[in-house]
């Protein structure tokens, strides 16, 4: 497992952007998948995205067209480019590494608020 690290989490206004950053302690290679989950207020935590070692992407339909994920294998990076964001966009943001089950790994989490 990898020990994954958040970061570019924040306050901004709607229909601003933010983009996430996860760092991972060794190589990303080959894990798959790896993505974002957000756990707002009072609700479940929910996928965001997804990207597998092919370079294949899923997304959850109220962030599709708005937010892009990409991963930099060299760099042992994930990111997660967040446009046009609302205010129900407002949660914690995880990363995470690994299919489901106790061989997945996972960030910290990273705040992100969109607010006027």
């Known amino acids: 497992q990898v020990q994954l690290v958040e970061s570019g989490g924040g306050l901004v206004q709607p229909g601003g952007s933010l983009r996430l950053s996860c760092a991972a302690s060794g190589s990303i290679f080959g894990i798959d998948p790896m993505g974002w989950y957000r756990q707002a207020p009072g609700k479940q935590r929910e996928l965001v995205a997804a990207i597998t070692s092919d370079g294949n992407t899923i997304y959850v339909g109220s962030v599709k067209g708005r937010f892009t994920i990409s991963k930099d294998s060299a760099k042992n990076m994930v990111y997660l480019q967040m446009n046009s964001l609302k205010p129900e966009d407002t949660a914690v943001y995880y990363c995470?590494?690994?299919?489901?089950?106790?061989?997945?790994?996972w960030g910290q989490g990273t705040q992100v608020t969109v607010s006027s």
């Open positions: 995470y590494a690994g299919p489901a089950g106790t061989r997945r790994s």
